[in-house]
């Protein structure tokens, strides 16, 4: 009975955690460069040390601007109401990327903009493998099947509550959304923008015939999502953009998660998600968004090795916990506490060491106190929900235990349009 209550409890504690944010971790505690506040401004050049590839150009040097867009080479400060694509310079490449380029103004504090460059680390390993498999899931058809894209740096823009421009704050309307832009630094480069909310479309001025909340307007002056080369013909622009609608990014998605829009940009033109997308886990397992992976407990009782066996038959491999947000998973919702193999075991090599099954690398971890003992020198195998949920233990790998196996999405899910949500 004290144990039901306890998995109870500890499940509706879940249910909150995962009222889960579409934005990947943003914010000056990872690191983020924070922006000036004002209603036109702009950062200095951030020269990235490998290529983004955008419109078939290779381009390094990069400015965030207050009003939604990161351009390429020069600052793009101005909000004109104009629909992509239009000119920005005829003779040199001036281009940019626009998850919301709308007349934002943060002046008086109105929101936060933040920004960082993301190398390849150990430490955000997990974070390069999230948006790898959601670029491996939404292009499939253009890539072989066998090779996962492997992202050699992101630049993650974030506007955090921001407002819209208006002689006064009349009403408090903010949006909040996050570009990311991720590269392997010599052929494929991919954007996902995240939006968390979106409650405002059109900045408040004479010209734009906007509500005072920021909605409505002229359509030039309304919220445009795309990608403007700025020679007035290549370019790309969502069709909701300069209409009511694009208040509903935060609702639909071109990957079936809401809120959620990915983009091949290397090529002469920029790409959506094929008509297919593999977003669906198969009958029986779980998908857990954040990680853009599928998961099925089995309660039933074999041996690590068995386990691992029975994983691979079903096309996946027994789970590796390499986020806080797996581990949570895995110990709250679907294995509901019951101790469960996991995917890791000690190296044979180096009885201090251990290693997930498939290579990622062993950072995050969850030990309960005074484990791993290595009790009897023979506990080589990875459990978690060891005396409570979440907490690991070694044990013996012949010992048999329920088992948790991961996989990627494989089932196929047509979009049917461009804003399925
Ligand atoms: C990967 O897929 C390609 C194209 O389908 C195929 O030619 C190649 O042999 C595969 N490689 C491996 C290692 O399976
Ligand atoms: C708007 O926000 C400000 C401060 O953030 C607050 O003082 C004011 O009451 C709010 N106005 C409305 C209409 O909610
Ligand atoms: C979205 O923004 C509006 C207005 O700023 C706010 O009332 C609402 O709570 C926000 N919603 C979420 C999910 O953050
Ligand atoms: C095992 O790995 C630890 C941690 O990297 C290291 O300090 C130790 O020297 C290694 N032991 C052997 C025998 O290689
Ligand atoms: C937007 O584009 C999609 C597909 O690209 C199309 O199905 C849809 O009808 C378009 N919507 C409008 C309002 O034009």
Same mark, same amino acid.
């Given at each position: 009975?004290?144990?039901?209550?306890?998995?109870?409890?500890?499940?509706?504690?879940?249910?909150?955690?995962?009222?889960?944010?579409?934005?990947?971790?943003?914010?000056?505690?990872?690191?983020?460069?924070?922006?000036?506040?004002?209603?036109?401004?702009?950062?200095?050049?951030?020269?990235?040390?490998?290529?983004?590839?955008?419109?078939?150009?290779?381009?390094?040097?990069?400015?965030?601007?207050?009003?939604?867009?990161?351009?390429?080479?020069?600052?793009?400060?101005?909000?004109?109401?104009?629909?992509?694509?239009?000119?920005?310079?005829?003779?040199?490449?001036?281009?940019?990327?626009?998850?919301?380029?709308?007349?934002?103004?943060?002046?008086?504090?109105?929101?936060?903009?933040?920004?960082?460059?993301?190398?390849?680390?150990?430490?955000?390993?997990?974070?390069?493998?999230?948006?790898?498999?959601?670029?491996?899931?939404?292009?499939?058809?253009?890539?072989?099947?066998?090779?996962?894209?492997?992202?050699?740096?992101?630049?993650?823009?974030?506007?955090?509550?921001?407002?819209?421009?208006?002689?006064?704050?009349?009403?408090?309307?903010?949006?909040?959304?996050?570009?990311?832009?991720?590269?392997?630094?010599?052929?494929?480069?991919?954007?996902?923008?995240?939006?968390?909310?979106?409650?405002?479309?059109?900045?408040?001025?004479?010209?734009?015939?906007?509500?005072?909340?920021?909605?409505?307007?002229?359509?030039?002056?309304?919220?445009?999502?795309?990608?403007?080369?700025?020679?007035?013909?290549?370019?790309?622009?969502?069709?909701?953009?300069?209409?009511?609608?694009?208040?509903?990014?935060?609702?639909?998605? *071109?990957?079936?998660? /809401? =809120?959620? +829009?990915?983009?091949?940009?290397? @090529?002469?033109?920029?790409?959506?998600?094929? $008509?297919? #997308?593999?977003?669906?886990?198969?009958?029986?397992?779980?998908?857990?968004?954040?990680?853009?992976?599928?998961?099925?407990?089995?309660?039933?009782?074999?041996?690590?090795?068995?386990?691992?066996?029975?994983?691979?038959?079903?096309?996946?491999?027994?789970?590796?916990?390499?986020?806080?947000?797996?581990?949570?998973?895995?110990?709250?919702?679907?294995?509901?506490?019951?101790?469960?193999?996991?995917?890791?075991?000690?190296?044979?090599?180096?009885?201090?060491?251990?290693?997930?099954?498939?290579?990622?690398?062993?950072?995050?971890?969850?030990?309960?106190?005074?484990?791993?003992?290595?009790?009897?020198?023979?506990?080589?195998?990875?459990?978690? *929900?060891?005396?409570? /949920? =979440?907490? +690991?233990?070694?044990?013996?790998? @012949?010992?048999?235990?329920?088992?948790?196996? $991961?996989? #990627?999405?494989?089932?196929?899910?047509?979009?049917?349009?461009?804003?399925?949500?």
């Amino acid at each position: 009975m004290a144990l039901v209550t306890r998995i109870t409890i500890f499940s509706a504690f879940f249910s909150v955690l995962y009222a889960q944010s579409v934005l990947f971790p943003y914010g000056e505690e990872v690191g983020d460069d924070l922006m000036v506040e004002g209603d036109e401004a702009t950062t200095s050049s951030i020269i990235l040390s490998e290529d983004l590839i955008i419109f078939g150009d290779h381009v390094y040097t990069f400015h965030v601007n207050t009003n939604g867009v990161i351009s390429v080479n020069n600052a793009f400060v101005t909000f004109y109401p104009k629909f992509i694509p239009f000119t920005i310079s005829p003779d040199e490449p001036s281009f940019f990327i626009a998850p919301f380029y709308a007349d934002i103004d943060t002046s008086g504090g109105r929101g936060n903009i933040y920004y960082r460059y993301v190398g390849r680390a150990d430490e955000n390993d997990y974070l390069f493998k999230r948006v790898q498999r959601m670029v491996d899931a939404a292009f499939f058809d253009i890539r072989f099947i066998n090779k996962t894209f492997e992202g050699e740096f992101m630049l993650i823009v974030t506007w955090d509550s921001v407002s819209y421009f208006s002689e006064e704050d009349k009403a408090n309307h903010t949006n909040t959304f996050q570009a990311v832009l991720i590269s392997d630094g010599e052929v494929e480069s991919y954007a996902i923008f995240n939006y968390e909310n979106i409650s405002w479309t059109t900045g408040v001025s004479p010209n734009s015939k906007a509500n005072p909340d920021g909605t409505g307007g002229t359509p030039g002056a309304m919220a445009k999502v795309g990608f403007n080369y700025g020679d007035g013909v290549k370019g790309f622009m969502l069709n909701v953009s300069g209409t009511d609608d694009v208040i509903n990014m935060d609702e639909t998605s *071109n990957i079936g998660i /809401p =809120g959620r +829009w990915i983009f091949r940009l290397d @090529q002469a033109e920029i790409e959506a998600p094929s $008509e297919t #997308i593999r977003t669906r886990c198969l009958p029986g397992w779980t998908f857990l968004e954040i990680e853009y992976a599928c998961y099925k407990f089995y309660n039933e009782h074999r041996n690590w090795w068995e386990a691992d066996r029975k994983c691979k038959r079903e096309g996946g491999q027994l789970a590796t916990v390499t986020t806080p947000e797996k581990n949570d998973f895995i110990a709250g919702s679907i294995t509901g506490g019951v101790k469960t193999w996991v995917g890791a075991t000690r190296n044979p090599m180096n009885e201090t060491l251990w290693e997930w099954i498939t290579d990622e690398p062993w950072y995050f971890h969850k030990w309960r106190k005074r484990e791993p003992n290595n009790w009897g020198d023979a506990e080589d195998c990875l459990n978690t *929900n060891f005396v409570r /949920p =979440g907490l +690991w233990n070694d044990h013996f790998c @012949q010992n048999r235990k329920a088992f948790i196996c $991961e996989m #990627i999405p494989i089932a196929d899910e047509s979009r049917g349009g461009e804003e399925t949500s």
